[in-house]
Protein backbone atom coordinates (compact mmCIF):
# COMPACT_ATOMS: atom_id res chain seq x y z
CA UNK A 1 0.00 0.00 0.00
CA UNK A 2 1.69 3.41 -0.71
CA UNK A 3 0.10 6.43 0.30
CA UNK A 4 1.61 10.26 -0.50
CA UNK A 5 1.36 12.88 0.81
CA UNK A 6 2.67 16.59 -0.20
CA UNK A 7 5.13 19.08 1.21
CA UNK A 8 5.32 20.12 4.61
CA UNK A 9 7.96 22.25 3.85
CA UNK A 10 5.79 25.18 3.30
CA UNK A 11 4.08 25.37 6.15
CA UNK A 12 4.73 26.10 9.80
CA UNK A 13 5.26 24.12 12.04
CA UNK A 14 8.39 22.39 10.68
CA UNK A 15 8.22 18.79 11.07
CA UNK A 16 10.99 16.93 12.56
CA UNK A 17 10.68 13.63 10.41
CA UNK A 18 12.93 11.03 11.44
CA UNK A 19 15.80 9.87 8.97
CA UNK A 20 16.81 6.21 8.71
CA UNK A 21 19.98 5.15 7.81
CA UNK A 22 20.78 3.09 4.74
CA UNK A 23 21.70 0.09 6.43
CA UNK A 24 18.74 0.12 8.29
CA UNK A 25 16.96 0.98 4.66
CA UNK A 26 19.02 -2.43 3.56
CA UNK A 27 17.00 -4.56 6.72
CA UNK A 28 14.10 -3.63 5.86
CA UNK A 29 14.58 -4.64 2.12
CA UNK A 30 15.65 -7.63 3.43
CA UNK A 31 12.94 -8.33 5.58
CA UNK A 32 10.43 -8.33 2.58
CA UNK A 33 9.30 -4.78 3.96
CA UNK A 34 8.39 -3.73 0.87
CA UNK A 35 6.10 -5.60 -1.50
CA UNK A 36 6.57 -5.19 -5.93
CA UNK A 37 3.87 -2.67 -6.03
CA UNK A 38 5.48 -0.89 -3.33
CA UNK A 39 8.61 1.03 -4.82
CA UNK A 40 10.20 3.45 -2.60
CA UNK A 41 13.78 4.72 -2.73
CA UNK A 42 15.73 5.72 0.74
CA UNK A 43 16.61 9.98 0.08
CA UNK A 44 18.56 11.76 2.37
CA UNK A 45 17.17 9.39 5.44
CA UNK A 46 13.37 9.42 3.97
CA UNK A 47 11.35 7.08 2.45
CA UNK A 48 10.18 8.28 -1.09
CA UNK A 49 7.42 6.87 -2.95
CA UNK A 50 8.07 6.72 -6.11
CA UNK A 51 5.68 7.70 -8.64
CA UNK A 52 4.06 5.20 -11.23
CA UNK A 53 5.59 5.67 -14.67
CA UNK A 54 3.75 6.62 -17.41
CA UNK A 55 4.48 5.37 -21.52
CA UNK A 56 6.57 8.67 -22.16
CA UNK A 57 8.59 8.07 -18.73
CA UNK A 58 9.49 4.74 -19.34
CA UNK A 59 10.08 5.57 -23.03
CA UNK A 60 12.83 8.10 -22.06
CA UNK A 61 14.14 5.77 -19.68
CA UNK A 62 14.50 2.60 -22.30
CA UNK A 63 15.91 5.57 -24.98
CA UNK A 64 18.58 7.03 -22.35
CA UNK A 65 19.72 3.48 -21.74
CA UNK A 66 20.18 2.45 -25.25
CA UNK A 67 22.15 5.54 -25.67
CA UNK A 68 24.22 5.60 -23.09
CA UNK A 69 24.93 2.15 -23.59
CA UNK A 70 25.98 3.03 -27.35
CA UNK A 71 28.18 5.92 -25.87
CA UNK A 72 30.03 4.15 -23.02
CA UNK A 73 32.69 1.42 -23.56
CA UNK A 74 33.54 -2.14 -22.17
CA UNK A 75 34.79 -0.38 -19.07
CA UNK A 76 31.50 0.61 -17.73
CA UNK A 77 27.72 -0.08 -17.61
CA UNK A 78 24.75 0.66 -17.56
CA UNK A 79 21.90 -0.13 -15.33
CA UNK A 80 18.26 0.67 -15.11
CA UNK A 81 16.53 1.64 -12.07
CA UNK A 82 18.64 -0.46 -9.93
CA UNK A 83 19.58 0.34 -6.14
CA UNK A 84 22.84 2.96 -5.40
CA UNK A 85 24.43 2.95 -2.55
CA UNK A 86 24.60 6.73 -2.47
CA UNK A 87 25.68 7.86 1.13
CA UNK A 88 24.51 6.95 5.03
CA UNK A 89 21.22 8.16 4.48
CA UNK A 90 20.65 7.56 0.53
CA UNK A 91 20.00 4.35 -1.60
CA UNK A 92 18.12 6.00 -4.30
CA UNK A 93 16.93 3.89 -7.52
CA UNK A 94 17.74 6.67 -10.46
CA UNK A 95 15.92 5.94 -14.14
CA UNK A 96 19.65 5.00 -14.95
CA UNK A 97 22.92 5.17 -13.91
CA UNK A 98 26.78 4.31 -15.39
CA UNK A 99 29.17 2.77 -13.33
CA UNK A 100 32.83 1.65 -13.82
CA UNK A 101 33.08 -2.08 -14.91
CA UNK A 102 30.75 -4.91 -15.38
CA UNK A 103 28.44 -6.15 -13.69
CA UNK A 104 29.63 -9.14 -11.44
CA UNK A 105 31.88 -6.11 -9.62
CA UNK A 106 29.44 -5.01 -7.78
CA UNK A 107 28.08 -7.99 -4.96
CA UNK A 108 27.04 -4.90 -3.10
CA UNK A 109 25.27 -1.87 -4.48
CA UNK A 110 27.62 0.81 -6.84
CA UNK A 111 28.18 3.61 -4.72
CA UNK A 112 29.72 5.87 -7.54
CA UNK A 113 28.18 5.91 -10.65
CA UNK A 114 29.85 8.20 -13.08
CA UNK A 115 26.79 9.20 -14.58
CA UNK A 116 22.97 9.38 -13.08
CA UNK A 117 20.12 10.21 -15.48
CA UNK A 118 16.27 11.06 -14.19
CA UNK A 119 13.47 11.12 -16.22
CA UNK A 120 11.00 13.72 -14.65
CA UNK A 121 7.97 14.88 -15.87
CA UNK A 122 5.59 15.58 -12.50
CA UNK A 123 8.11 14.83 -10.73
CA UNK A 124 10.54 17.84 -12.47
CA UNK A 125 11.23 20.26 -9.56
CA UNK A 126 11.40 17.06 -6.84
CA UNK A 127 14.52 15.47 -9.20
CA UNK A 128 16.15 18.89 -9.71
CA UNK A 129 16.47 20.55 -6.54
CA UNK A 130 15.78 17.69 -3.68
CA UNK A 131 17.15 14.84 -5.62
CA UNK A 132 19.94 17.02 -7.36
CA UNK A 133 21.22 17.96 -3.58
CA UNK A 134 21.27 14.55 -2.30
CA UNK A 135 23.28 13.64 -5.86
CA UNK A 136 25.67 16.94 -5.32
CA UNK A 137 26.31 16.43 -1.69
CA UNK A 138 27.61 12.86 -2.96
CA UNK A 139 29.99 13.73 -5.87
CA UNK A 140 28.00 13.10 -8.43
CA UNK A 141 29.83 14.52 -11.34
CA UNK A 142 27.46 14.26 -14.12
CA UNK A 143 24.12 14.41 -13.32
CA UNK A 144 21.33 14.66 -16.24
CA UNK A 145 17.30 15.59 -16.12
CA UNK A 146 15.99 13.98 -19.08
CA UNK A 147 12.64 17.23 -18.39
CA UNK A 148 9.59 16.12 -20.29
CA UNK A 149 7.71 19.25 -19.51
CA UNK A 150 9.91 21.13 -21.54
CA UNK A 151 11.31 18.67 -23.97
CA UNK A 152 15.02 19.54 -23.20
CA UNK A 153 17.78 17.94 -21.79
CA UNK A 154 19.14 19.31 -18.48
CA UNK A 155 22.63 18.85 -17.30
CA UNK A 156 23.86 19.61 -14.06
CA UNK A 157 27.76 19.48 -13.11
CA UNK A 158 29.96 20.87 -10.41
CA UNK A 159 29.14 19.71 -7.33
CA UNK A 160 29.34 22.77 -4.86
CA UNK A 161 28.17 23.83 -1.31
CA UNK A 162 25.22 26.09 -0.89
CA UNK A 163 24.12 27.86 2.33
CA UNK A 164 20.36 27.26 1.32
CA UNK A 165 18.27 24.67 2.62
CA UNK A 166 18.09 21.19 2.18
CA UNK A 167 21.52 19.30 1.44
CA UNK A 168 23.62 22.23 1.52
CA UNK A 169 24.97 21.18 -1.77
CA UNK A 170 24.07 22.30 -5.52
CA UNK A 171 25.76 21.48 -9.08
CA UNK A 172 27.47 25.06 -9.98
CA UNK A 173 26.76 24.31 -13.87
CA UNK A 174 23.59 23.93 -15.29
CA UNK A 175 22.80 23.70 -19.07
CA UNK A 176 19.81 23.12 -20.89
CA UNK A 177 20.12 21.70 -24.04
CA UNK A 178 17.44 21.31 -27.20
CA UNK A 179 16.93 18.80 -29.00
CA UNK A 180 19.28 20.04 -31.81
CA UNK A 181 22.16 20.19 -29.36
CA UNK A 182 24.51 16.93 -28.55
CA UNK A 183 25.99 15.90 -25.18
CA UNK A 184 29.39 14.39 -24.21
CA UNK A 185 29.46 12.64 -20.95
CA UNK A 186 32.19 13.44 -18.18
CA UNK A 187 33.19 9.91 -18.38
CA UNK A 188 33.18 9.56 -21.75
CA UNK A 189 34.31 12.57 -23.55
CA UNK A 190 34.58 11.23 -26.95
CA UNK A 191 31.10 9.91 -27.15
CA UNK A 192 28.64 12.50 -28.67
CA UNK A 193 25.25 11.98 -27.81
CA UNK A 194 22.36 13.54 -29.36
CA UNK A 195 19.64 14.90 -27.49
CA UNK A 196 16.92 14.19 -29.77
CA UNK A 197 17.56 10.13 -29.06
CA UNK A 198 16.98 11.10 -25.71
CA UNK A 199 13.81 11.95 -25.58
CA UNK A 200 10.49 10.46 -26.67
CA UNK B 1 11.61 30.22 -2.04
CA UNK B 2 10.75 27.42 -4.62
CA UNK B 3 8.53 24.84 -3.09
CA UNK B 4 7.94 21.40 -4.56
CA UNK B 5 6.52 17.87 -3.30
CA UNK B 6 7.94 15.59 -0.99
CA UNK B 7 6.49 12.14 -1.91
CA UNK B 8 7.08 10.43 1.24
CA UNK B 9 6.00 6.87 2.04
CA UNK B 10 3.50 6.70 5.35
CA UNK B 11 3.83 3.94 7.34
CA UNK B 12 0.44 2.25 9.05
CA UNK B 13 0.87 1.52 12.44
CA UNK B 14 1.13 -2.60 12.05
CA UNK B 15 3.97 -1.91 9.54
CA UNK B 16 5.58 0.45 12.09
CA UNK B 17 5.06 -2.27 15.19
CA UNK B 18 6.81 -4.81 12.99
CA UNK B 19 9.58 -2.72 12.41
CA UNK B 20 10.56 -2.80 16.05
CA UNK B 21 9.32 -6.91 15.75
CA UNK B 22 11.69 -6.93 13.29
CA UNK B 23 14.75 -5.09 15.40
CA UNK B 24 15.04 -1.94 12.79
CA UNK B 25 13.55 0.29 14.95
CA UNK B 26 14.12 0.11 18.79
CA UNK B 27 11.44 0.19 21.32
CA UNK B 28 13.03 3.23 23.27
CA UNK B 29 14.10 4.96 19.93
CA UNK B 30 12.38 8.64 20.88
CA UNK B 31 10.28 7.93 17.25
CA UNK B 32 6.52 8.83 17.37
CA UNK B 33 4.05 7.58 14.19
CA UNK B 34 1.88 10.76 13.68
CA UNK B 35 -0.10 10.32 10.40
CA UNK B 36 1.98 7.59 8.77
CA UNK B 37 5.29 9.63 9.31
CA UNK B 38 8.00 9.10 11.68
CA UNK B 39 8.95 12.11 14.09
CA UNK B 40 11.64 12.83 15.86
CA UNK B 41 10.78 13.40 19.81
CA UNK B 42 12.40 16.39 21.05
CA UNK B 43 15.41 15.54 23.95
CA UNK B 44 13.44 16.27 26.99
CA UNK B 45 15.00 19.25 29.70
CA UNK B 46 14.69 19.12 32.62
CA UNK B 47 11.78 21.54 33.28
CA UNK B 48 9.96 19.38 31.06
CA UNK B 49 10.30 15.81 33.21
CA UNK B 50 9.50 17.86 35.82
CA UNK B 51 6.15 18.86 34.56
CA UNK B 52 5.63 15.19 33.62
CA UNK B 53 6.24 13.87 37.29
CA UNK B 54 4.03 16.94 38.77
CA UNK B 55 1.33 16.07 36.12
CA UNK B 56 1.34 12.29 36.39
CA UNK B 57 1.28 12.85 40.09
CA UNK B 58 -1.83 15.30 40.03
CA UNK B 59 -4.03 13.01 37.78
CA UNK B 60 -3.69 10.15 39.71
CA UNK B 61 -4.94 12.02 42.00
CA UNK B 62 -7.80 13.41 40.64
CA UNK B 63 -9.00 10.32 38.69
CA UNK B 64 -8.45 7.88 41.36
CA UNK B 65 -9.00 3.99 40.94
CA UNK B 66 -10.28 2.81 37.85
CA UNK B 67 -7.98 4.99 36.13
CA UNK B 68 -4.37 4.13 34.57
CA UNK B 69 -1.79 7.25 33.95
CA UNK B 70 0.49 6.48 31.31
CA UNK B 71 3.39 8.45 31.04
CA UNK B 72 5.22 8.68 27.78
CA UNK B 73 3.32 5.00 26.61
CA UNK B 74 2.47 4.20 23.56
CA UNK B 75 -1.50 5.16 21.91
CA UNK B 76 -3.25 2.73 19.39
CA UNK B 77 -4.82 6.12 17.99
CA UNK B 78 -5.79 5.43 14.45
CA UNK B 79 -4.39 3.04 11.60
CA UNK B 80 -1.31 5.22 10.89
CA UNK B 81 -0.41 6.72 14.35
CA UNK B 82 1.08 5.69 17.30
CA UNK B 83 2.09 8.73 19.62
CA UNK B 84 3.39 8.88 22.39
CA UNK B 85 2.28 11.53 24.30
CA UNK B 86 3.64 12.95 27.74
CA UNK B 87 0.89 11.51 29.68
CA UNK B 88 -2.47 9.69 29.03
CA UNK B 89 -5.05 8.95 31.52
CA UNK B 90 -7.08 5.90 29.92
CA UNK B 91 -10.13 3.95 31.66
CA UNK B 92 -9.45 0.45 33.54
CA UNK B 93 -6.45 -0.87 35.27
CA UNK B 94 -2.60 -1.67 33.92
CA UNK B 95 -2.80 -5.07 32.84
CA UNK B 96 -5.95 -4.21 30.45
CA UNK B 97 -3.24 -3.02 28.10
CA UNK B 98 -0.75 -5.94 28.18
CA UNK B 99 -1.79 -6.95 24.71
CA UNK B 100 -2.77 -4.12 23.13
CA UNK B 101 -1.82 -0.25 23.36
CA UNK B 102 -4.62 1.82 24.36
CA UNK B 103 -6.66 3.50 21.51
CA UNK B 104 -9.36 5.33 23.65
CA UNK B 105 -7.57 7.89 25.87
CA UNK B 106 -10.04 9.84 28.08
CA UNK B 107 -7.38 12.74 28.48
CA UNK B 108 -3.81 13.54 26.56
CA UNK B 109 -1.54 15.73 27.99
CA UNK B 110 1.24 16.72 26.36
CA UNK B 111 4.28 19.50 27.81
CA UNK B 112 5.37 21.93 25.76
CA UNK B 113 8.61 24.28 25.41
CA UNK B 114 10.20 24.56 22.10
CA UNK B 115 7.33 22.02 20.86
CA UNK B 116 4.60 24.36 21.27
CA UNK B 117 3.62 25.37 18.08
CA UNK B 118 3.93 21.22 17.10
CA UNK B 119 1.82 20.26 19.12
CA UNK B 120 -1.11 22.24 19.26
CA UNK B 121 -1.27 22.26 15.69
CA UNK B 122 0.29 19.47 14.16
CA UNK B 123 -0.17 17.06 17.27
CA UNK B 124 -3.62 18.82 18.11
CA UNK B 125 -4.83 18.19 14.34
CA UNK B 126 -3.89 14.62 14.54
CA UNK B 127 -5.76 13.64 17.95
CA UNK B 128 -8.76 15.96 17.07
CA UNK B 129 -9.24 13.88 14.00
CA UNK B 130 -8.99 10.63 16.52
CA UNK B 131 -11.53 11.94 18.07
CA UNK B 132 -9.65 12.66 21.53
CA UNK B 133 -11.93 14.63 23.76
CA UNK B 134 -9.69 15.97 26.11
CA UNK B 135 -5.79 17.53 24.96
CA UNK B 136 -4.66 19.99 27.61
CA UNK B 137 -0.77 21.60 26.91
CA UNK B 138 1.33 21.99 29.86
CA UNK B 139 3.13 25.45 28.18
CA UNK B 140 6.19 25.94 30.06
CA UNK B 141 6.56 28.86 27.52
CA UNK B 142 3.34 30.80 29.23
CA UNK B 143 3.36 28.98 32.34
CA UNK B 144 -0.29 28.14 31.71
CA UNK B 145 -2.38 25.15 30.94
CA UNK B 146 -4.62 25.19 27.50
CA UNK B 147 -6.84 22.91 27.11
CA UNK B 148 -8.30 21.66 24.03
CA UNK B 149 -11.61 20.26 23.53
CA UNK B 150 -14.44 19.41 21.03
CA UNK B 151 -12.87 18.39 17.89
CA UNK B 152 -14.28 19.78 14.86
CA UNK B 153 -13.34 18.81 11.23
CA UNK B 154 -11.27 21.89 9.70
CA UNK B 155 -10.15 21.42 5.72
CA UNK B 156 -7.14 23.88 6.84
CA UNK B 157 -5.39 21.78 9.61
CA UNK B 158 -2.99 19.60 8.95
CA UNK B 159 -5.03 16.31 9.18
CA UNK B 160 -8.45 17.85 8.42
CA UNK B 161 -9.57 18.27 11.95
CA UNK B 162 -8.97 20.58 14.69
CA UNK B 163 -10.41 21.48 18.40
CA UNK B 164 -13.05 24.07 18.29
CA UNK B 165 -12.87 25.31 21.74
CA UNK B 166 -9.72 26.32 23.29
CA UNK B 167 -8.81 27.40 26.95
CA UNK B 168 -6.49 28.90 28.76
CA UNK B 169 -5.88 28.36 32.50
CA UNK B 170 -3.01 30.33 34.51
CA UNK B 171 -1.62 29.13 37.99
CA UNK B 172 -4.44 29.95 40.62
CA UNK B 173 -7.30 28.21 38.34
CA UNK B 174 -8.47 24.75 38.25
CA UNK B 175 -9.41 22.45 35.63
CA UNK B 176 -12.02 19.57 35.71
CA UNK B 177 -11.64 16.54 33.58
CA UNK B 178 -14.56 15.93 30.65
CA UNK B 179 -14.49 12.40 32.07
CA UNK B 180 -14.32 13.09 35.90
CA UNK B 181 -16.16 16.62 35.80
CA UNK B 182 -16.41 15.90 39.90
CA UNK B 183 -13.27 16.31 40.46
CA UNK B 184 -10.63 19.50 39.60
CA UNK B 185 -7.01 19.70 38.83
CA UNK B 186 -5.06 23.06 40.01
CA UNK B 187 -3.46 24.43 37.44
CA UNK B 188 0.01 25.41 40.09
CA UNK B 189 0.23 21.60 41.11
CA UNK B 190 1.04 21.02 37.22
CA UNK B 191 3.50 23.31 36.68
CA UNK B 192 7.17 23.20 37.44
Do not use: C
Not at chain 2, 34 to 55: F, R, Y
Not at chain 2, 83 to 94: F, I, K, M, N, Y
Not at chain 2, 123 to 136: I, N, Q
Not at chain 2, 164 to 190: C, E, H, N, Q
Amino acid sequence: MVAVSFSYAMRAPAIPLWRMTRKRYERLVDAGTFGENDRVELLDGLLVAREPQGSLHAMAVVLARTALERAFGRRYHVREEKPVALDDLSEPEPDVVVVRGGPRDYRTHPSSPVLVVEVADSSLAFDRLRKGGVYARAGVADYWVVNLVDDVLEVYREPVRTTSRGTGWKFASVRRLERNATISPLAAPRARIRVASLLP
Amino acid sequence: MTTYPVPTRRWTRAEYDRLVELGVLHEDEPIELLGGQMIVAEPKGTPHSTAIGLTADALRAAFGPGWVVRVQGPIALDDESEPEPDLAVVSGQHRDYLVEHPARPALLVEVAEPSLAFDRRYKGSLYARAGVEDYWIVNLVDEVVEVHRSPLPDPTSEFGWRYGDVKTFRPGASISTLSRPDVTVAVADLLP
